[in-house]
């Protein structure tokens, strides 16, 4: 379990807004704090799609805002990507960081649909388990 404890403010970082739906749905006692825009849902928008607000100038400003943000925060935790690799130099030394997809040896597969099938799966089955 990678979440903090419940009193701690969680600044959520993501281009997908399954994954804020996700955190409020399974987390919904931590406080998550995120930028307001729009965003793809799973697999939509795909490579040709990259950004989905279609507003370059509004994509730069919240990337720009994130590299400021993140020097605020002691805990990382991100999967493999470039842009990760920029906010881990924008953060203090001292941060905690957690990788995970670490040890995922195929970290992209040419089939994202079945592996977005995958997590809908899960996501019902721990639907289903919290009930």
């Known amino acids: 379990n990678l979440l903090p ?3 701690q403010t969680l600044f ?9 739906d996700e955190a ?4 919904p006692d931590h406080n998550w704090v995120y ?29 720009l805002a994130t590299l400021e943000l993140v020097r605020h925060c002691d805990t990382l935790v991100h999967s493999q990507s470039k ?25 992209y597969h040419a089939n994202h649909s079945h592996s977005a099938q995958e997590l809908m799966d899960l996501l019902e089955r721990k ?5």
């Open 5 to 7: 404890d419940q009193n």
């Open 12 to 20: 959520l970082l993501t281009d997908d807004a399954n994954a804020i």
């Open 24 to 27: 409020m749905e399974f987390f």
């Open 35 to 63: 930028f307001r825009r729009k965003r793809h849902r799973g697999t939509e928008g795909g490579w040709e799609e990259q950004v989905p607000s279609k507003n370059p100038q509004m994509e730069m400003i919240t990337i």
């Open 83 to 107: 842009f990760s690799n920029l906010l881990r130099k924008s953060m203090p030394s001292n941060v905690t960081v957690y990788q995970v997809d670490k040890n995922v040896t195929v970290l």
């Open 127 to 131: 639907r289903k388990e919290k009930k």
